[in-house]
């Protein structure tokens, strides 16, 4: 059999480890393997001669350590109602002479694989979004990466907190859900966390980092410093969420961005420090973690299988510890949220800790 794989939406760590998967494990079941660059965009232009790559065993131990992805990426949306190139998606696969594609991808990448497989398009999908909001699946590639860049920044800005006597604001990603700041901000001790889910009361925001401030005097304290840590589409009670500009992708979603900078302002007449920091695009520009070159891999691996057995329409996902074949239709109840009722507390504007609360 002859796959083609391409990588969509925006980069993140265990891509490359997911191609190099693909690779070994088609490699072992005697199939061949092309690249489409730039995601969908490969199959949805007439002249993609320059978006073809060849991928064989020599690529898997470059690949295997590499954040980013060397097949590139791109927002395109084959199946937009105003722009639908079905029909050429189709034409590419047969020139190409590609029995099935492997689709890599978020919630747009990976539903609009399930709008192609219902058309007839031969596709499986694998799941990465640093976010990890997508339904059907446990984990989804770049997640661990993103969390431990976020618990060593938080890290290296308490010191500067510290020396400053600052209150820090900073800025993760998460558009719909809080998985990054709740559990970031969570192995970091940060002093409140804000999600998505949860749009806060300033009110609130302040009483609590003015009691914490009060609380750390009284103890004889001296670092009077508190590091917030807040999800880009986190809001206030009543507003919307901040946009980077006005633009949309494909897909229709605007860019967020500089909440975090928009607290700092709000706060800077009720303490005597405030500083803010976004780290946008380092949580996903980083050599993929342990985790994520693992789980790229088995990815990989449990992609060609599902071709290999003719069982198309499915994305691999991890639920419970164990890999699954999960139905593309799933991505469509995406985004999977923070159950706010249950992990987090909105008193404290932080994350619940009880013994009954699972760990996600």
């Not at 494990?25 to 199959?43: D, H, Q, S």
């Not at 898997?60 to 639908?84: F, H, M, W």
């Not at 005597?272 to 993929?288: D, E, I, K, N, W």
């Amino acid at each position: 059999m002859k796959i083609g794989v391409l990588t969509g939406g925006g980069d993140a760590p265990g891509l490359n480890p997911a191609i190099a998967g693909v690779v070994e494990r088609a490699t072992i079941e005697g199939m061949e393997v092309v690249g489409l660059k730039r995601g969908w965009e490969a199959l949805s232009i007439e002249d993609n001669g320059s978006h073809v790559v060849k991928l064989g065993p020599e690529i898997i131990r470059e690949y295997s350590r590499l954040g980013g992805s060397k097949l590139q990426c791109s927002r395109t949306n084959p199946v937009a109602p105003e722009n639908d190139r079905t029909e050429l998606v189709k034409k590419n696969v047969e020139k190409l002479k590609r029995d099935a594609i492997i689709a890599i991808g978020g919630e747009d990448t990976l539903g609009a694989a399930a709008i192609l497989y219902e058309r007839g398009v031969r596709v499986v999908g694998i799941p990465k979004t640093i976010d990890r909001d997508l339904a059907g699946t446990e984990y989804s590639l770049g997640y661990d990466t993103a969390l431990n860049i976020i618990c060593e920044s938080a890290e290296r800005i308490a010191h500067t907190a510290e020396s400053h006597q600052t209150i820090f604001f900073l800025e993760v990603m998460g558009r719909h859900s809080g998985w990054l700041a709740l559990r970031g901000g969570e192995a970091a001790f940060a002093d409140a966390i804000l999600i998505p889910e949860y749009p806060f009361s300033l009110e609130k925001l302040i009483k609590i980092l003015k009691e914490k401030l009060a609380e750390s005097e009284n103890l004889g304290i001296e670092q009077l410093y508190k590091v917030i840590v807040v999800a880009e589409g986190a809001h206030i009670e009543g507003e919307e969420t901040v946009r980077r500009d006005s633009k949309v992708d494909e897909f229709g979603h605007y860019s967020l961005g500089g909440v975090g900078n928009y607290l700092k302002n709000l706060l800077e007449h009720e303490f005597h420090h405030t500083r803010y920091t976004a780290l946008a695009y380092l949580q996903r520009g980083a050599s993929p973690s342990q985790k994520d070159r693992q789980m790229g891999r088995r990815f990989g691996h449990n992609a060609v299988e599902m071709i290999r057995d003719g069982d198309f329409g499915k994305m691999v996902g991890l639920q419970k510890s164990r890999l699954l074949r999960v139905p593309l239709g799933e991505i469509k109840k995406s985004p999977h949220l923070v159950d706010i009722d249950k992990l987090y507390d909105r008193e404290r504007l932080n994350v619940k800790i009880e013994e009954a609360v699972s760990i996600d």
